[in-house]
């Protein structure tokens, strides 16, 4: 009663605690924060330096006195006390640097993460400063975000890359059928890029610079015009500043076998999938969400090898934000739904 009388005037908070990005919604605001999940601190003493946009500029460049950290990297916790730093660090920020009255707050997190990390994240939001915490898994969040009638008795699938995982999920009745996890998403095809580079260039490039790459050219499927782009790194033998010109249909290769990883993922849960969802995704098709949706052609590429339609949502970065917006704003319900998911 006094919780319901508190929740009148606090604004509850929704978090999509991602592998690269991290989003907070506000209730009756929407989206009010993205920011890159990157922590830097100084290496001998643990010390917080920087968190999001700030610290992420610093990926790569960084004295031996700091290290910039991304702790949900392969979607695990890999540092528990920078996680809750940085969840403090958003959940302070979003709520204007109120601390009373406490928040609900609503965390998506990867549906790969142990009980013991996501009682951590729990607690972690409690210790910055959280009422009551839920967590719901991303993929069921992307569902809800992208407005799936997740309530029916009825196939609604999700297939969300984002930078270090891929959460691909079938949902019926409000409860997830069949999920599944794997660390192949946006982070791997970055390196995938890398490599290449190497191996046919000699040309050492940065983990920044092949994600520009990625999202300047990258393509899953022939593009109707193909593109071109100047690429500056270190010649590995020369060992000096270089810049050479690269295509789409060499980029395309490049990431091959990392897409293909992601195809492959997206047919065995349709091979795990109970026979009258299998129906209902004939008629339905699937949703695509997170960054790596954004892939020129991915959509058409597992179309193709899936035999289903494929739609990329509207805002595909902004919707695990949006699904755990749509879980406070109908807290009451979703209460319910969250402890049995
Ligand atoms: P997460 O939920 O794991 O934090 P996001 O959904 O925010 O991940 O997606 C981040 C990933 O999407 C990164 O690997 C980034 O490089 C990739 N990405 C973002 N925009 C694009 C784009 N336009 N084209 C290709 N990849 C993109
Ligand atoms: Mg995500």
């Given at each position: 009663m006094f919780n319901q009388f508190l929740g009148l005037f606090s604004n509850d908070i929704g978090i999509d605690l991602g592998t690269a990005n991290t989003l907070v919604y506000v209730k009756d605001k929407g989206i009010v924060l993205r920011e890159p999940s990157v922590v830097a601190v100084y290496t001998n003493s643990r010390r917080v330096r920087a968190v999001g946009d700030e610290a992420k500029v610093m990926l790569g460049r960084t004295p031996g006195s700091i290290t910039a950290i991304r702790p949900m990297k392969d979607g695990v916790i890999a540092d528990f006390d920078i996680t809750e730093a940085m969840l403090r660090y958003f959940i302070r920020k979003a709520n204007g640097g109120k601390t009373f009255p406490q928040p609900s707050v609503?965390?998506?997190?990867?549906?790969?993460i142990t009980e013991v990390e996501k009682r951590a994240v729990m607690e972690s939001a409690t210790h910055a400063g959280a009422r009551e915490v839920h967590t719901i898994p991303e993929?069921?969040?992307?569902?809800?975000?992208?407005?799936?009638?997740?309530?029916?008795?009825?196939?609604?699938?999700?297939?969300?890359?984002?930078?270090?995982?891929?959460?691909?999920a079938i949902i019926s009745l409000n409860g997830i059928v069949f999920s599944k996890s794997i660390r192949v998403a946006g982070d791997?095809?970055?390196?995938?890029?890398?490599?290449?580079?190497?191996?046919?260039?000699?040309?050492?490039?940065?983990?920044?610079t092949s994600e520009e790459?990625?999202?300047?050219?990258?393509?899953?499927?022939?593009?109707?015009?193909?593109?071109?782009?100047?690429?500056?790194g270190r010649d590995s033998v020369a060992g000096l500043p270089k810049t050479i010109h690269i295509t789409s249909?060499?980029?395309?290769?490049?990431?091959?076998?990392?897409?293909?990883?992601?195809?492959e993922a997206v047919r065995i849960t349709l091979e795990r999938c109970p026979p009258e969802l299998s129906a209902d995704l004939v008629d339905r098709?699937?949703?695509?969400?997170?960054?790596?949706?954004?892939?020129?052609?991915?959509?058409?590429?597992?179309?193709?090898?899936?035999?289903l339609a494929v739609t990329v949502s509207d805002d595909p970065l902004s919707a695990v934000a949006n699904g755990t917006g749509v879980?406070?704003?109908?807290?009451?319900?979703?209460?319910?739904i969250a402890a049995d998911l």
């Open positions: 609503c965390i998506a997190i990867p549906s790969g993929p069921f969040a992307a569902a809800l975000g992208v407005g799936l009638p997740v309530d029916e008795p009825a196939a609604n699938m999700i297939v969300d890359i984002g930078g270090g995982t891929t959460e691909i791997e095809i970055d390196l995938a890029i890398i490599n290449y580079m190497k191996r046919a260039y000699n040309l050492l490039i940065g983990e920044r790459i990625k999202m300047t050219i990258g393509s899953a499927y022939p593009l109707d015009t193909e593109l071109a782009m100047e690429v500056k249909q060499e980029i395309r290769e490049a990431m091959g076998d990392t897409i293909g990883a992601i195809v098709g699937f949703v695509m969400a997170g960054g790596g949706s954004l892939i020129r052609g991915i959509d058409k590429l597992l179309s193709e090898k899936t035999g879980f406070i704003n109908n807290i009451e319900d979703y209460r319910r």
